[in-house]
Structures are given as structure tokens and as C-alpha cells.
């Protein structure tokens, strides 16, 4: 069973900073890609960032020059650090591993969420 444990969402003004992190864990032999989607109230789930195995990067429109999206150095880790944030950055942040190579075959997983609200 592989399991995605997010963290670091809050609340932050206008212009500030946000770090998440996504751990992925269990028997896990390769991951595709990492990335991270976005779910505001009312709308559809929307691609944020991802960045593949070997360092690839795509970024949604409305947060390029603002997000970094990185792995960490075990691969199974990826962390989205957010600066200038603005009022429609809000959402629920979720971690995706796409295309997790298991023993029992190869699948997508998400993590729980994680709420970043920005105040005006």
C-alpha cells in the first residue's frame, strides 16, 4: 500500500510564501512523476506543477514565475514552494504520484489535502 503524507499549507497574506511537501511511502520501486493539483470551492481539480523522474518540469499558466516544484533526492519526496502568493492561490493542495511501479502493479495515488488559505 503506498501512502502520500502532505504538509505545510496555512494561512498566509497576499504576497507571502507557502512550502508543501508530499512523502511518498511504502513498497515502492519508481515513480513516473510527482505533482501537485489544486481544488478550490466550486471548481474543478486543476494541475499545478509536476515534475518527472528525471527533472522535467510543467507548470499551470497562473502560477509560473511564482511556484517551484522539486523532488527531493530520494525521488519519493516532492515539494512546491510557493512565493507571491495571491487570493485565487486558494485551495486544497493535493500530492499526486503518477504511475507508481508496486509489487502488485503500477497505479496513481493522492494524498489527503492540504488547505492554503490566502487572505487579501
Known amino acids: 500500500q503506498v501512502q502520500l503524507v502532505e504538509s505545510g499549507g496555512g494561512l498566509v497574506q497576499a504576497g507571502g510564501s507557502l512550502r508543501l511537501s508530499c512523502a511518498a511511502s511504502?513498497?515502492?520501486?519508481?515513480?513516473?512523476?510527482m505533482g501537485w493539483y489544486r481544488q478550490a470551492p466550486g471548481k474543478q481539480r486543476e494541475l499545478v506543477a509536476a515534475?518527472?523522474?528525471?527533472?522535467?518540469?510543467n507548470y499551470a499558466d497562473s502560477v509560473k514565475g511564482r511556484f517551484t516544484i522539486s523532488r527531493g533526492s530520494a525521488k519519493n519526496s516532492v515539494y512546491l514552494q510557493m512565493n507571491s502568493l495571491k487570493p485565487e492561490d486558494a485551495a486544497v493542495y493535493y500530492c499526486?504520484?503518477?504511475?507508481?511501479?508496486?509489487?502488485?502493479?503500477?497505479?496513481?495515488?493522492w494524498g489527503q489535502g492540504t488547505q492554503v488559505t490566502v487572505s487579501s
Open positions: 511504502g513498497s515502492i520501486f519508481s515513480i513516473n512523476a
Open positions: 515534475i518527472t523522474s528525471i527533472g522535467s518540469t
Open positions: 499526486n504520484a503518477d504511475r507508481v511501479l508496486t509489487p502488485v502493479g503500477r497505479h496513481d495515488y
